[in-house]
């Protein structure tokens, strides 16, 4: 999948799920603009995340996620993603290296959301 | 296996959670220290709000499914909290299995908003533990193919 058209989902997404009012509020600036405190709008990074892999698979899979802490106070930047095919059952994103289900990855600019939907669409068999 | 009593299951769950509470938290006594009962433990672990405590909570469900059932799981848990700014767990733990073998996810099932791949349980005491070793191991083995009877 190309990356511009990953990028341009991604900001798609983006302004109708978290429907920012300003046009400079883009998922890039979200990204970019980020302070790890409790303010942080996890929600409307992971949802993009996700649904722009449903949208650009055309297929609503199952996820879960959560975003890691550094400390008790503030988030790490990092966020985990499981994601099940709920036909076939498959947990698409074991690692069966490190036995691991989850992916975890740095969410701290518009090319690592590029990077993690490109690498969660492969994971789904989407080329 | 084709089908499994649930009267049966029951009992084997409520056996598994004793043998493997036993073995995490008892098994290194002092001599004359009493051996720590299973409700006081985890409502330590959840009134404490210790974090420690509580994901020993999860890993002993998760190890006494896995007796109950005679299979080795892939875990991921998640002890829930009431605040999102400190962790305060209300009681709430939920649990991903996945079958190493076949990479399929066991705990996947239809909820009030469609497909969630998450089994969540309240467990603040031995009887409410033993309920989702039960019911997590019922789902499980649903999603093996294995009915659960009686």
């Known amino acids: 999948m190309e990356r511009e058209k990953i990028r341009q989902t991604l900001e798609e997404v983006y302004r109708e799920l978290a429907e920012p ?7 890039a600036a979200l990204l970019k603009d980020w302070d790890l405190g409790f303010d942080y709008p996890i929600l409307d990074i992971a949802d993009t995340i996700t649904e722009t ?11 879960y996620w959560e975003p890691l802490l550094r400390d008790e ?37 518009i090319e690592q959301a590029v990077d993690l939907v490109s690498y969660l669409l492969k994971c789904a068999g989407v080329k | 296996m084709t089908g ?21 938290v008892n098994s290194d006594l002092a001599e004359g220290e009493e051996p720590e009962n299973p409700t006081s433990f985890i409502r330590f672990a959840w009134e404490d709000a210790d974090p420690c405590l509580c ?12 007796l109950t059932v005679d299979r080795v799981f ?12 400190r962790f305060d767990p209300d009681g709430w733990y939920s649990f991903i299995a996945v079958d190493p073998e076949t990479g399929q996810c066991l705990t996947l099932h239809d909820d009030y908003r469609g497909k969630t791949i998450l089994a969540r349980f309240r467990i603040l005491d031995e009887q409410e533990a033993v309920e989702a070793v039960t019911k997590l191991s019922c789902l499980i083995l649903e999603n093996l193919g294995v009915k659960s009877e009686g």
């Open chain 1, 21 to 27: 009012e300003e046009e400079d509020d883009t998922y």
């Open chain 2, 55 to 66: 994901e020993q909570v999860a890993e002993i469900i998760e190890r006494s499914v896995e």
């Open chain 1, 53 to 63: 892999v449903n949208r650009l698979a055309g297929k609503q899979f199952a996820w």
């Open chain 2, 4 to 24: 499994v009593n649930l009267d049966e299951l029951k009992k084997r769950a409520r056996e598994s959670f004793l043998e493997v509470f036993n073995e995490e």
């Open chain 2, 74 to 85: 892939l875990w991921a848990h998640i002890v829930e909290s009431a605040d999102a700014e």
């Open chain 1, 73 to 109: 106070y503030a988030y790490s930047g990092e966020f985990a993603f499981i994601m099940v095919d709920p036909e076939t059952r498959e947990c698409l994103t074991l690692d069966c290296e490190t036995l691991s289900v989850a992916v975890v990855t740095t969410l701290e600019n």
